[in-house]
């Protein structure tokens, strides 16, 4: 049991719920290895960014090549995010409302995204999707192109986004109470209003932190991302790939700065989930 | 009637037919091109030119490094963060702090940092012209740019994989069990051991899992530490880079499927976790009422980390 000092006792009196052990030591812990791991090392990077003047960081982070990838690495994520909204919604209705044949397979590969590496996922894509691909081949001929430009890019973070939408969803969906459907439809709503009004609403919330997290996945996101693009700079070149660019050149000023802008984006974005992921609760909360 | 009453019922709770069978068909149509035929593809290309530029491929020795240095960082950086997820489970679910929102936000900021920027911090610390970088030099010690590197972005990326997985899981339970067993005399280890872990053991499986894929697959944090050194610090990510960069494109899909194994090993392993947790918690709930205990129980692992 617990060692009772004078200290533990009068914690105890305070906070009589503590009746498990390991608070501290677990607690503890965690700050510890969280401040080694993370805070410390991202706080080098911000001191690291103090060094430099306005100027300079100015001059770095708003380059025209490092602006052009901006525009590309928002653009792309944003237009794949909400590819995913729309298919990861899809999907996880169908598999949370039909009965099909294989549906446990199916429901297993949709996290596939999250288990194969960046960089396989990468190469296939543009094996598929290169002139004379299994995919490409049918369609260099018509004039498209998806390797080697932006579209490939968008392609890729449509792959490493899917699984965010589709598991955000599905519990949702499940959760759903069909009495309310039921009630819809007594009242004589049709199915397409019985989903717009009903269903909709009670799954928006999930739906929109499904959104932000593909968004904030696809920002960072490399591995997968390099092999298809191309590489060209202005036209498909993403922000990682400048920062790996300026490493490269030995330019750890620029890198830092750049990494700065992407770091505290991706603080915002994370914010921002949270702030999501409590108004799903409380909107889940409401309803049960 | 009461018959046609059922069926108008269930007609206005989904969908006609027609409705249904387009939907799994356009769900299907885009799985298939936007998972299977990637997957497909890595093992076609890889087998391109017979099993034997396949098993040439992996027998070399640079392949075999990448594939031992992989696992070396995988044997590391999982057990470290299975400790640390344990820990912070512990702390976050069972009791009531100031701050544990801040807490459990600062758990998920790896998540949400580009694996390029997780590379780029630990070069700022280390590096030749980083914090630490002229003492480590005195002293001989190689952390960027060598093995210790490569370790240390890893456990960065897959720091919240495991306590992501068991922090929701473990506040669903409660704390009733627990304090039963320590009111009964038991050790808080021995409460551990044998009240939470069994409790928990599907998410933790879960979450290792998922934690050991990502460890195993990582590319971008661990290219910007590794200096890409053939046979030395080229783990099998890198490896499949380097050798797709040099157009040996079947040698570099022969090493990537491997890769796709261990995701495909990771799905299997996965869903089986998943099923046999939400069996567990189904008996829980076909229990009489007066023995389900006051804990919610969590139906779903499935979480969108």
Known sequence: ?288 | MSTNLIRRAEAGTTESAWVRYTLIGITLIFLFLFLVLPLAAVFAEALRKGFDAYWEALKEPDAWSAIRLTLITALIAVPLNLVFGIAAAWCIAKYEFKGKSVLTTLVDLPFSVSPVVAGLVYVLMFGAQGWFGPWLQEHDIKIIFAVPGIVLATVFVTFPFIARELIPLMQAQGNEEEQAAIVLGATGWQTFWYVTLPNIKWGLIYGVILCNARAMGEFGAVSVVSGHIRGQTNTMPLHVEILYNEYQSVAAFAVASLLALLALVTLVIKSVAEWRHEREMKAILDLPPENISTAVPHLSLKAAS
């Open chain 1, 1 to 288: 049991m617990l060692p009772r000092s004078a200290a533990a006792a009068s914690a105890q009196r305070r906070a009589p719920a503590r009746v498990l052990p390991g608070f501290n030591i677990t607690l503890g812990y965690t700050l510890m290895y969280l401040c080694l791991i993370v805070l410390i090392p991202l706080s080098a990077l911000v001191f690291k960014t103090f060094t430099l003047t306005w100027d300079q960081f100015w001059a770095a982070v708003t380059g025209p090549r490092v602006l052009a990838s901006y525009r590309l690495t928002f653009g792309a994520s944003l237009i794949a995010a909400l590819v995913n909204v729309v298919f990861g919604l899809l999907v996880a209705w169908v598999l949370v409302r039909y009965q099909f044949f294989g549906k446990k397979v199916v429901d297993a590969l949709v996290d596939l995204p999250f288990a194969l590496p960046t960089a396989v996922a990468g190469i296939s894509l543009t094996a598929l999707l290169a002139g004379n691909g299994w995919v490409g081949q049918y369609l260099e001929p018509l004039g498209i192109q998806l390797a080697f430009n932006p579209n490939g890019i968008v392609i890729a973070l449509i792959f490493i986004g899917l699984p965010f939408v589709v598991r955000t969803v599905q519990p949702v969906l499940e959760d759903a109470e069909k009495e309310l459907e039921e009630a819809a439809t007594c009242l004589g709503a049709s199915r397409w209003q019985t989903f717009s009004k009903v269903i909709f609403p009670s799954i928006a919330p999930a739906l929109l932190t499904g959104f932000a997290m593909a968004f904030a996945r696809a920002i960072g996101e490399y591995g997968s991302v390099i092999f298809i693009a191309g590489n060209m700079p202005m036209i498909s070149e993403i922000t990682p790939l400048i920062i790996i660019g300026k490493l490269e050149q030995y330019d750890y000023a620029g890198a830092t700065a750049v990494a700065t802008v992407m770091l505290v984006i991706s603080f915002i974005l994370l914010l921002i989930i949270n702030g999501l992921q409590a108004w799903q609760r409380r909107h889940t909360g409401a309803l049960a």
